[in-house]
T-cell receptor, first 111, second 116 residues
Framework: QQKVQQSPESLTVSEGAMASLNCTFS??????FRWYRQHSAKGLEVLVS????GEKEEGRFTAHLNRANLHVSLHIREPQPSDSAVYLC???????????FGKGTLLTVTP | GPKVLQIPSHQIIDMGQMVTLNCDPV?????FYWYKQILGQQMEFLVN????????KSKLFKDQFSVERPDGSYFTLKIQPTALEDSAVYFC??????????????FGEGSKLTVL
């Protein structure tokens, strides 16, 4: 059964400094990786999806995937206080619709 | 971006009662999902639904749970009867397909269910 773990549990960065979030997964056959964020009491906002090893950029958000190391990361360039939210890593296995989520990283961006 | 709407946003009911959570998916989407998130825990897959049928369900999708989308209206999750452990936020999602490009899930804001 797929296990997805995120680190750190919480992260505080200053406005403008790069924020880096980590996610490890257990199933090496996983083929679809997504980062979402969730503002308090709101739905999930998709940030970036990545399907092959390497890098995928969507605006200020960049995902890095290394399937051999069972690791996917998210880097947020020039974070703003409005980026403060819970960031969720989600991994798809053989069936693309079944996402396994991590517990999330609470990001706080201070002015 | 595409919006998934969920009604109600919050419902409080007594244990043993029936509850129906409603989801209005993105208009041209064909695949529908429910996820459950207990406070402080990970979001977990419950079920997905396509062409009028459940395609896959997890062990969290108990016999008391059912889903349907009658005549293209709301996609619903019904729990009958409810139990205390059903208290959670239930997220609906939809996607156009299941491939890498078309399988992007769009989530609603969740329906918080409190069972007393």
């Amino acid at each position: 059964q797929q296990k997805v773990q995120q680190s750190p549990e919480s992260l505080t960065v200053s406005e403008g400094a790069m924020a880096s979030l980590n996610c490890t997964f257990s199933d090496g056959t996983s083929n679809n990786f997504r980062w979402y964020r969730q503002h308090s009491a709101k739905g999930l906002e998709v940030l970036v999806s990545i399907f092959s090893d390497g890098e995928k950029e969507e605006g200020r958000f960049t995902a890095h995937l290394n399937r051999a190391n069972l690791h996917v990361s998210l880097h947020i360039r020039e974070p703003q206080p409005s980026d403060s939210a819970v960031y969720l890593c989600a991994v798809c296995g053989g069936s693309n619709y079944k996402l396994t989520f991590g517990k999330g990283t609470l990001l706080t961006v201070t002015p | 971006g595409p919006k998934v709407l969920q009604i109600p946003s919050h419902q409080i009911i007594d244990m043993g009662q029936m509850v129906t959570l409603n989801c209005d998916p993105v208009s041209n989407h064909l695949y529908f999902y429910w996820y459950k998130q207990i406070l402080g825990q990970q979001m977990e897959f419950l079920v997905n639904f396509y062409n009028g049928k459940v395609m896959e369900k997890s062990k969290l999708f108990k016999d008391q749970f059912s889903v349907e989308r009658p005549d293209g209206s709301y996609f619903t999750l019904k729990i009958q009867p409810t139990a205390l452990e059903d208290s959670a936020v239930y997220f609906c999602a939809s996607s156009h397909g299941t491939g890498s490009n078309t399988g992007q899930l769009y989530f609603g804001e969740g329906s918080k269910l409190t069972v007393l």
